[in-house]
Structure formats: C-alpha cells, structure tokens
Nanobody, 121 residues
C-alpha cells in the first residue's frame, strides 16, 4: 500500500521561509510526477508546483521566483522550499504523486493528508 506523508508546515511571519517535505512509502515501481497543491478556505485546490522524473518543472504564476520544488528519487521524496511568504500563501498544502505501485502495476494518483501553512504577523 502506497502512502504519502508530509511534514514542514507551520506558522511563519510575512517574508519568512518554510520547507515542506513529502515522502512516499510502500512497494513502488516508479514515480513520474511529484507536486504540491494548496487549498485556501473557500477556494478550489490549485497547483503550486510540480516536477517530472525528467526534471521538468511547472509553477503557478503566483509563486514563481519565490518557491522552488525539488525531488530526491532515491528517497521517493519531494520538497517545496517557500521563501518570501505572503499572507495570500496561507492554505493547506497537499502533496501529490503519480505512482506505479508494485501491487497493481497501474499508474495512479496519490495524495498526502495535507499540512497547514499560515503566514501571519
């Protein structure tokens, strides 16, 4: 059974930084895409950033130049370094991975449980 476990959320002042981590565990054949989404109260879940196994990245316009996504394939882990945080970045952040699991040999979409990021003075 594949699981994603996130860590690193919390409360930070405007202009501060946080680093989110998400590790996948279980019997995994391969992970194609790793990404982060967020959902603020009353809003739809939106893509923040994603990175493919080939290293191609995609960022939301609102975070370009402030956030950096990276992955460690040996650890099945994705990171999101968030700098120059703004109150508008306050949301629950969800890890997302496209994984082929050994139990099914099928490519499926997996989600983490979410971690709260609050930017406030």
């Amino acid at each position: 059974q594949v699981q994603l476990v996130e860590s690193g959320g919390g409360l930070v002042q405007p202009g501060g930084s946080l680093r989110l981590s998400c590790a996948a565990s279980g019997r995994i054949v391969s992970i194609y895409v790793m990404g982060w989404y967020r959902q603020a109260p009353g809003k739809q879940r939106e893509l923040v950033a994603k990175v493919t196994s080939g290293g191609n990245t995609n960022y939301a316009d609102s975070v370009k130049g402030r956030f950096t996504i990276s992955r460690d394939n040996a650890k099945n882990t994705v990171y999101l370094q968030m700098n120059m945080l703004e109150p508008e970045d306050t949301a629950v952040y969800y890890c997302n991975m496209g994984i082929t699991a050994m139990s099914t040999y099928r490519y499926d979409n997996y989600w983490g449980q979410g971690t709260q990021v609050t930017v406030s003075s």
